[in-house]
Structures are given as C-alpha cells and as structure tokens.
C-alpha cells in the first residue's frame, strides 16, 4: 500500500471569506438563542402579575341615573351613541339616526355594537371591553363616544 500526499491550496481570500460567513452563522444562532429565550420563569411572572392586580384597589364608579348621549362623525355623518346608565353600570349602548348609507359605507358598525352590549354585562369598567381585530377600529370609535358620553354621567366623590 503506497500512500499519496495530497497537496491542497488554499487561497487567503477564500478562508476570509469562510472565516466570516462562519463568524455570521455562529451570531446569528446566538441573537436567535437571545430573543427567543424567556426573561423570567413562567411561574414568578405570573405570581408577579397577579400579586400587582390584588394590590390595587378595585374603584367603583358611580354613575347618576339616564341616558347619555355623545357625538359621533363617521365621514360627513353625524351619529348619536346613546349610554343607558344606572347607577352602578352602564347597562346598554345604542346609536341613533343610523341610516343606511352609513351601514353601507361602515358595515362593522352593527357588530362592533354588539359586541360591545354583550360584554358590557360581564365587565365591570368600559375599559375592560376587548374587542377582536376585526373590528378594532370600530370598536375604539364606539368606545371613544360612550367615554365621551359618560363625562356628564360619573358622579366624583
């Protein structure tokens, strides 16, 4: 058996390259490995957000009695979102004058509407209200109006 030397050239240029393409690569699994590490264990995050939400006091607002109204323009029209209020929530929100032109030209009006008077009933604030990405912007509208609209109705102790 006789053996051959094999001679290998290596250019300078390719190994700088190789050099840095590996540099790159070993980088890059470290920023990946560092963004998609968690911060903290699962277990004292949630301990910590749920200590936060029994420190703070629940604040109940009060509200005089009737209905509310605020305004609302939509592209040239003006809507009216009427708050039903009681005094410890509000119970329902409509809007008024709504035509068909409107609906037409904002078809999420009706649902964002209702979603709103359905969840209105389990939340304790109109801040809690979610609202699904289909209709945020709508939502956050109707929202707006019924904040507006509960200024005149929020009783300050």
Do not use: C, R, W
């Amino acid at each position: 058996m006789s053996s051959k030397t094999k001679i290998i050239v290596l250019k300078s240029k390719e190994l700088i390259y190789t050099g840095i393409f590996v540099l790159l690569g070993v980088l890059l699994i470290f920023l990946l490995f560092y963004m998609f590490s968690p911060d903290k264990p699962a277990d004292e995050s949630t301990s910590a957000t749920t200590e936060a939400v029994e420190e703070q006091p629940v604040a109940s607002t009060t509200y005089k009695p009737g209905v509310y109204t605020s305004e609302l323009n939509l592209g040239g029209s003006s809507l009216m979102v009427s708050v039903t209020v009681d005094e410890t929530a509000v119970t329902h929100v409509d809007i008024t004058n709504l035509d068909e032109t409107v609906t037409a030209m904002y078809p999420l009006i009706n649902p964002s509407l209702e979603e709103i008077n359905n969840q209105i009933s389990v939340v304790s604030s109109i801040d809690n209200i979610t609202y699904s990405s289909d209709n945020k912007y709508t939502s956050i509208m109707i929202l707006e109006a019924v904040k507006n609209a509960l200024e005149d109705a929020v009783i300050v102790p």
